[in-house]
């Protein structure tokens, strides 16, 4: 196999997984504005959601967000999505909107709290053995905003209590991907709020604990790609919710604000061996399409995905191990650079009219109709939950 046949061998095999709410309606605390035609139910969602993987080949699964998509039967639901063309991927629990959790959730004072975010979270497995789904992924609003709120060390004790639980219910081949977050809900601690945290817990709990890592959750100027590399290198990186960020969780498309981070993030990806299928890493999209419509937003972001993961690809990594090793920092650099500055845009079109797709998949969703069809279908579409 030459090197650019086994660039589109490794592409032709990506999988991007969809969150189901990026579909239904979103903003910010100032103000959510309705789209037309946006989804009402899962079922609906799920729809959006294949055509997505219709257009780009890349997008087999969408995430659930657990009440937003709740049903009477997941395994139903389930089958009504293979029937789609695509499956449910990862199950995301949600205990940051309900009246009990303001003091937090697992890491509440009060036990009685602790024991309702627990049972939701443990249902979440429940219905992850119905779906067929591998991953949960926890995200905890946890955290104080004064000092003195709450004892820091006890909220880590209730944390890894419940996290304990949770491990323990999770069946052989289901893993947990705990997310961090710097801050937001909680202004002043947050129980998790870096990879360190999160890596520490996951550590203890073992195998089936993995670190998630959301590409809009960190201080500005972190080195992402750096935690990324550590974590693969440790085994113990087990996804990522990728989106944009100029600001803080902004949740804008992945690539829009610094395709250069998307491009060294999924460098580092390659690099760790992260791209074989067999590194389990799920590679999700987290985002809310506030103001743009929300289909050709969710199919920019994969498109955007993609081009990344090609460049990553590209890298002449011999010739970039040997700048390397004789200290050359400039060729060094220049490989990698070479290959980000690459337009793969041509090589990408051609792979997918081999697939049988349409060379330009915004364009053909667009003549599609598909748009037209849900805005005069679906009247009184739901809002996605927040805009997180
Ligand atoms: C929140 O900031 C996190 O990114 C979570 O992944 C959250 O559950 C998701 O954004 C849905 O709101
Ligand atoms: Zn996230
Ligand atoms: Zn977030």
């Known amino acids: ?52 993987h219709r257009y780009t080949g890349i997008a ?28 449910l991927g990862t199950i995301n629990s949600n205990v940051f909107q309900d009246n009990d959790y303001k003091l937090g959730s697992v890491t509440n004072p009060d036990p009685r709290v602790r024991r309702k975010a627990l049972d939701h979270l443990l249902e979440c497995v429940d219905i992850m053995d119905a779906t067929g789904s591998r991953d949960l992924k926890l995200w905890f ?25 949770v491990y323990e219910r999770l069946g052989p081949n289901q893993r947990m991907l705990l997310e961090y977050k710097l801050f937001e809900p909680a202004f002043y601690t947050t129980d998790v709020p870096d990879w360190g945290t999160a890596y520490a817990h996951c550590l203890k709990l073992g195998d089936k604990a993995q670190v998630v890592v959301d590409t809009g959750h960190h201080a500005p100027g972190t080195n992402i790609e750096f935690i990324v590399a550590f974590l693969l290198r440790e085994n113990k ?8 960020r100029f600001y803080a969780d902004d949740d804008l498309m992945v690539g829009a604000a610094d395709p250069f981070q998307l491009f060294r993030i999924m460098y580092e990806v390659v ?24 289909i050709p937003g969710q199919i920019r972001s994969v498109l955007n995905a993609q081009e990344a993961t090609a460049k990553a690809l590209l890298v002449d990594t011999e010739a970039l191990e040997q700048a390397q090793r004789a200290g050359d920092v400039l060729g060094a650099n220049a490989v990698l650079m070479d290959a980000y500055n690459t ?46």
């Not at 009440?67 to 789609?84: F, S």
């Not at 690099?271 to 929300?294: S, T």
């Not at 969703?365 to 739901?382: H, L, M, N, Q, T």
């Open 343 to 388: 337009d793969v845009r041509p090589m990408l079109a051609q792979l997918r009219e081999q697939q049988g797709l349409d060379a330009d998949p915004m364009a053909a969703f667009a003549a599609s109709g598909y748009a037209e069809k849900i805005a005069a279908d679906r009247v009184g579409g739901e809002q996605a939950g927040w805009g997180a």
């Open 237 to 244: 990186l087990g996804g990522f919710d990728f989106n944009s």
């Open 271 to 294: 690099r760790g061996g992260g791209y074989a299928p067999e590194a389990g890493i799920a590679f999700m999209l987290d985002q809310c399409h506030n103001i743009e419509p929300k």
């Open 141 to 165: 609003a946890d955290g104080t905003n004064y000092p003195g709120q709450d004892d820091i060390r006890a909220r880590q004790d209730r944390l890894a209590e419940a996290l304990a639980a």
């Open 60 to 87: 087999p699964s969408v995430a659930l967000h657990i009440p937003w998509d709740t049903v009477d039967d997941y395994a139903q639901l389930a089958d009504y999505a293979r029937h789609l063309g695509v499956r």
């Open 1 to 52: 196999m030459t090197a650019s046949e086994a660039v589109t061998s490794a592409l032709r095999g990506q999988a991007i997984e969809l969150p189901s709410w990026a579909f239904g309606n979103s903003g910010t605390r100032f103000k959510v504005f309705p789209q037309a035609g946006v989804p009402r139910t899962p079922q609906e969602k799920i729809a959006d959601a294949a055509q997505v």
